[in-house]
């Protein structure tokens, strides 16, 4: 069975920084693309980022140069660093990753348990 699993939430002030991971686990051969969103409390969910199979990235205007995607293809783990945090950016976070598992090859998209960041004084 293939698992999604999020870490890295809490509670920051304004200006602070935080780095969520998700790691993807099971058998498989790894993470072919990886997006993050959030959802605040009453809104759509929204992409907050992505990255792919050859580490291009895309970011949302909102959090352009203040966040960081990345992923470690060894550790099949994928991070978001968020930096200049603004009470704004209080949501849960989701990682959505496409995953190619063994031993088919073929590439099933997965969601994560989402993780609570808030932004707060």
């Known amino acids: 069975q293939v698992q999604l699993v999020e870490s890295g939430g809490g509670l920051v002030q304004p200006g602070g920084s935080l780095k969520l991971s998700c790691a993807a686990s099971g058998s498989i051969f790894g993470i072919d693309y990886m997006g993050w969103y959030r959802q605040a409390p009453g809104k759509q969910r929204e992409l907050v980022a992505t990255?792919?199979?050859?580490?291009?990235?895309n970011y949302a205007d909102s959090v352009k140069v203040r966040f960081s995607i990345s992923k470690d293809n060894a550790k099949n783990t994928g991070y978001l660093q968020m930096t200049d945090l603004k009470p704004e950016d209080t949501a849960v976070y989701y990682c959505?990753?496409?995953?190619?598992?063994?031993?088919?090859?073929?590439?099933?998209?997965?969601w994560g348990q989402g993780t609570q960041v808030t932004v707060s004084s």
């Open positions: 959505n990753a496409a995953i190619k598992r063994r031993p088919s090859g073929l590439v099933y998209g997965y």
């Open positions: 990255i792919n199979s050859e580490s291009s990235t």
